[in-house]
């Protein structure tokens, strides 16, 4: 699976998707997605990386805790593992809820 792959299944949960982080003056209303490959974990053989692997946060914010939401990116990743974590950001009043995949 590819970035783009991952950004079509994104795509198909209905909310607005974007890598990183939207324009500061561009951001859609809550819910949204952000993703990123915050780093890599490949896999090596005989010294050398054999298969390229990144390790992708997809990351829900909601402005209230929105199971709906949550069940549409769930729903999206089914065809993946992923570990699920959330937190509630003071600063900017949201939830972040936390999906970590390798791709």
Known sequence: MTLENLYQLLKSTGLPVVYRAWP???APELP???YLAAYSNNFSADGVVYQP???VQIELYTKDKNPEAE?????ALSS???DK?????DTEKCYQILYEVEV
């Open 85 to 89: 974590s959330e937190t509630y950001i």
């Open 80 to 82: 993946l593992f992923w």
């Open 71 to 75: 069940g549409r990116v769930e729903s």
């Open 53 to 55: 692997i990144d390790h």
């Open 24 to 26: 500061i003056d561009g």
């Open 32 to 34: 949204y997605i952000c």
